[in-house]
């Protein structure tokens, strides 16, 4: 378990670079500042927000997955709208309000949380940290050779996008915000590369209409694999989903249902060279695009760890909570890594742990004690069945409220929960109309008077 100093400690300064812009690099910078430390935070677009900085100009990779270079960090599409209920998202003393003059929606588009982003850093005066248009080529240790935390430093290479100009700084602290829905995870078909038509991943959707009267096949039935199908089916001559199993929401089979154009198969066999998909269930189409939904790789090309710190088949490791390498801890950390949570409450239950280890209110177990832990992690995942590339998909609450104990963070309030979990049943019995109609009126309505909704945002 966690060691808590209890007795008045000396607030230690470090200077600490936090790398992204996004929800979990902005909670971190402000715990970080609020604890004493020098921040500087590295963004390579050119205004916070990471994923939810909507970039419409994309570039087709080519050939399919082996672009080096990542050309947009954002996976938001025009329409996408949030799947979770806003009362649910915002961060404990910062509710996720609805504004005059704004898309005051319960499941409101994604401009809508950038801006509650936008409101967030300019509250808490976090603009003047970050470095925007700075891309983190390098991060590695200057004195490997200590054993004493206290003594580790890190050397970051930065690259000044417009200028070119490269900077090479020493920080006592990195803590790595860059998100993980960014580099595409792709399925292995066979005849995949031989394929001569066009495939390209969700990551760089952005619009129906350039597949207008085409024949697409959605590989992937997730979220964003149902949503964009939906949206497709509306102008595509026909829209084949290709799942895992044929055994789909209730939801989902009601959109089917409804469009002749629509078809639900089982996975890609084979792609044929002449255009030809073959389905395992022995259907065959001739098809325009594949778009494969199929998610995202764990990717830190500038982290050099020596090895400590590594991803293997999507899980990165080893890390206690899902935060600390135990070797290089807590100089090194994570934030924004585990999935399918609820995220904003949980990235700042990360940042104000990690702000307060590194002033020294605050203490990890031993290094052996956070090996043991993560080992009986991983056997857990193993003896349920768990495959390894799911490894940080908690999709739990109680999770949450344990790692909140680490640092006296409040637990998770249970409407936030209830309102959540209704949110993902509606979405399940009403795939197309979730959003816009629910039956907890009731619920919304109580919610609504607790104090944490009526609170006025800090000065």
């Known amino acids: 378990?966690?060691?808590?100093?209890?007795?008045?400690?000396?607030?230690?300064?470090?200077?600490?670079?936090?790398?992204?812009?996004?929800?979990?690099?902005?909670?971190?910078?402000?715990?970080?500042?609020?604890e004493g430390h020098e921040v500087v935070v590295m963004e390579q677009n050119?205004?916070?927000?990471?994923?939810?900085?909507?970039?419409?100009?994309?570039?087709?990779?080519?050939?399919?997955?082996?672009?080096?270079?990542?050309?947009?960090?954002?996976?938001?599409?025009?329409?996408?709208?949030?799947?979770?209920?806003r009362e649910v998202m915002g961060f404990s003393d910062f509710p996720f309000n609805a504004k005059e003059g704004r898309d005051a929606r319960r499941f409101p588009g994604h401009e809508e949380?950038?801006?509650?982003?936008?409101?967030f850093c300019q509250v808490f005066g976090l603009k003047e940290m970050i470095r925007f248009n700075v891309r983190v080529d390098f991060v590695g240790m200057v004195n490997d050779d200590t054993d004493d935390d206290r003594m580790k430093r890190w050397m970051v290479k930065s690259v000044e996008k417009k200028s070119g100009e490269v900077m090479e700084e020493v920080f006592d602290a990195v803590v790595v915000a860059s998100g993980h829905y960014s580099y595409p995870r792709l399925?292995?078909?066979?005849?995949?590369?031989?394929?001569?038509?066009?495939?390209?991943?969700?990551?760089?959707?952005?619009m129906?209409?350039?597949?207008?009267?085409?024949?697409?096949?959605?590989?992937?039935?997730?979220?964003?694999?149902?949503?964009?199908?939906?949206?497709?089916?509306?102008?595509?001559k026909e829209v084949h989903l290709s799942a895992k199993s044929l055994d789909i929401p209730p939801g989902l089979s009601k959109v089917i249902s409804k469009h002749q154009n629509f078809h639900l198969h089982l996975q890609i066999e084979s792609l044929e060279e002449d255009g030809r998909v073959i389905f395992e269930d022995g259907s065959c189409i001739v098809a325009d695009t594949i778009l494969y939904c199929t998610g995202y790789d764990y990717k830190f090309p500038f982290l050099e760890s020596k090895g400590r710190v590594e991803v293997d088949d999507n899980r990165v490791g080893p890390l206690f909570e899902h935060t600390f390498s135990p070797s290089l801890s807590p100089s090194?950390?994570?934030?924004?890594?585990?999935?399918?949570?609820?995220?904003?409450?949980?990235?700042?239950?990360?940042?104000?742990?990690?702000?307060?280890?590194?002033?020294?209110?605050?203490?990890?177990?031993?290094?052996?004690?956070?090996?043991?832990?993560?080992?009986?992690?991983?056997?857990?995942?193993?003896?349920?069945?768990i495959p390894k590339r799911h490894t940080h998909d908690l999709a739990e609450f109680n999770y949450n409220d344990t790692y909140a104990d680490y640092i006296g963070f409040p637990h998770l309030e249970e409407w936030r929960k209830t309102l959540c979990l209704n949110a993902i049943l509606n979405s399940i019995e009403n795939l197309e109309t979730f959003r816009d109609s629910w039956d907890d009126d009731d619920l919304l309505q109580e919610t609504l008077r607790d104090p944490y909704f009526t609170q006025l945002s800090p000065p």
């Open 1 to 34: 378990m966690v060691l808590v100093i209890t007795e008045p400690v000396k607030s230690q300064s470090k200077r600490v670079c936090v790398i992204g812009a996004g929800p979990s690099g902005l909670v971190s910078a402000r715990e970080l500042k609020k």
């Open 46 to 85: 050119d205004d916070i927000g990471g994923q939810w900085l909507y970039q419409p100009n994309v570039e087709e990779e080519e050939p399919l997955g082996k672009t080096k270079t990542l050309k947009v960090h954002s996976s938001v599409y025009s329409s996408l709208r949030l799947a979770s209920p």
């Open 113 to 119: 949380l950038w801006l509650y982003l936008k409101d």
């Open 187 to 206: 399925p292995s078909i066979k005849g995949m590369d031989l394929w001569k038509r066009k495939q390209l991943h969700s990551h760089i959707y952005r």
């Open 208 to 236: 129906p209409d350039p597949f207008r009267d085409e024949v697409v096949v959605v590989v992937g039935c997730s979220i964003s694999g149902q949503d964009i199908s939906i949206e497709l089916v509306k102008v595509a």
């Open 332 to 385: 090194l950390s994570f934030v924004g890594i585990p999935r399918k949570l609820i995220g904003l409450p949980f990235f700042e239950s990360q940042a104000i742990w990690i702000a307060k280890l590194l002033s020294g209110k605050t203490s990890l177990p031993s290094s052996d004690q956070m090996m043991q832990s993560i080992s009986e992690f991983y056997r857990s995942k193993e003896a349920a069945g």
